[in-house]
Nanobody
Framework: QVQLVESGGGLVQAGGSLNLSCAAS????????MGWFRQAPGKEREFVAA????????VYADSVKGRFTISRDNAKNTVYLQMDSLKPEDTAVYYC????????????????WGQGTQVTVSS
């Protein structure tokens, strides 16, 4: 069983920053992937960023490249999403996700999901 708990969401003005965190269990056999997805009102859930636990390799959605940074702290078993230069279109519920394999962007590749944390960016 893997339990994911997101935190760090809130209300911020356009151009501001937020730091999201996701507390997770240890990566078994060091082959897991942690990802961030988001879902805006009336929209489908979309991929944001992912990180492979062992080597720290990352992948980002085009819409957040250069603005968001995903990272992990092995000692704390926590993944982070640093969000800078936020735009109103970034407004969504952000979800932390876990996969037992080395995957990237496909939602179906992730097995466990957090409850989500709301991010609202005002114009």
């Amino acid at each position: 069983q893997v339990q994911l708990v997101e935190s760090g969401g809130g209300l911020v003005q356009a151009g501001g920053s937020l730091n999201l965190s996701c507390a997770a269990s240890v990566c078994t056999f060091n082959r897991c992937t942690m990802g961030w997805f988001r879902q805006a009102p009336g929209k489908e859930r979309e991929f944001v960023a992912a990180i492979r636990w062992t080597d720290g390799s990352t992948v980002y959605a085009d819409s957040v490249k250069g603005r968001f940074t995903i990272s992990r702290d092995n000692a704390k078993n926590t993944v982070y999403l640093q969000m800078d230069s936020l735009k109103p279109e970034d407004t969504a519920v952000y979800y932390c996700a876990w996969s037992p394999r080395w995957v990237e962007k496909r939602e179906l590749d992730y097995s466990y999901w957090g409850q989500g944390t709301q991010v609202t960016v005002s114009s």
